[in-house]
């Protein structure tokens, strides 16, 4: 059985699209429908039901995807054991990035790693914070490089991912220059309140940093409108359409930081992976590189 058909059916069974599927996996929709036609002649049986536009999977799909997981994955184990034992950096290295770290963070480091590691061959994923959790947890992914889940930094819960925190994100309230909060040297939690927000969705994890702020507070959110997209809140907020919660190290001369005297937030930045993976030397040598930059000493 090609393992390039599993990988098809997997991507396929995953977003739900023959198209989409072709685009993750740089090839043509034609060719991803005949790959999923030889699987499907090899096990004869259907894999997946085409409903308008839709695709679903059949019984028969529901009790191959696992399978096909674990294969895929055994294979990718593999490959990497062999190229481990000859201490190369090199291959493949499958990374989840947020997008506000992937602008914000991660440039230097990519440059300098690539340089070092001329090898090792990125696939680079720009997603959610949430998505990459998802993504390290079904062995999608070797890395996620993302704002940390803050029930996850309690060391009493017994989660099968590891995360280690590289960035502490300092975030404050913002507004535009001539918002009038601008003019309140008194605003304080409650003061907040009484305003339209702008703010990541409160789903996110930074979005349930501010959630559970106010609920500690017993106050409400007068949230106006929502986005994962901390570029886009920040557009939306030097316009004047509401106030915000944003990192410290976005704010520029379009907003205007608000000194809320009973207000301290801040998220961790940093990586995650699965306690039941070994990772690659590329992976371990990525991470020494994210340790560096923030002067940590890197793990043994």
Not at 101 to 123: A, C, E, M, Q, W
């Amino acid at each position: 059985m090609d393992t390039q058909n599993l990988k098809a059916f997997v991507e396929v069974a995953d977003l739900r699209s023959f198209s989409e599927a072709a685009d993750r996996l740089h090839i043509t929709q034609p060719a991803v429908s005949k790959r999923i036609s030889v699987l499907e002649n090899q096990l004869q049986c259907k894999l997946f039901d085409r409903i308008s536009r839709s695709v679903h999977l059949t019984e028969a799909g529901k009790a191959l995807l696992p399978k096909a997981e674990q294969i895929l994955q055994s294979v990718l184990d593999a490959r990497r054991s062999i190229a481990d034992l000859q201490g190369e950096v090199s291959g493949n290295l499958s990374i989840g990035i947020s997008h506000h770290i992937g602008l914000h963070r991660l440039p230097p480091v990519l440059k300098t790693f690539s340089k070092r590691y001329p090898n090792v061959h990125f696939d680079i994923d720009f997603i959610d914070s949430e998505e990459a959790y998802e993504q390290v947890m079904h062995g999608k992914i070797e890395l996620g490089v993302i704002t940390l889940d803050p029930t996850g930094m309690d060391p009493t819960i017994n989660s099968p991912l590891n995360q280690q925190a590289i960035w502490l994100d300092e975030l404050v309230v913002t507004v535009a220059p001539d918002h009038p909060l601008t003019n309140n040297l008194d605003a304080d939690i409650a003061t907040l309140s009484e305003f339209t927000a702008i703010l990541p969705g409160l789903n996110t994890y930074t979005g349930q940093i501010i959630k559970k702020t106010f609920q500690e507070h017993d106050l409400n959110l007068k949230v106006s409108m929502a986005t994962n997209y901390l570029e886009t809140i920040k557009m939306m907020v030097s316009i004047g359409l509401g106030w915000s919660v944003l990192p410290r190290t976005m704010i520029d001369e379009t907003t205007t930081a608000l000194n809320i005297s009973d207000l301290t937030l801040s998220r961790t930045l940093g990586y995650v992976y699965h306690r039941n993976r070994s990772l690659s030397n590329a992976a371990k040598a990525f991470v020494q590189a994210l340790q560096v930059t923030n002067n940590r000493k890197p793990e043994h």
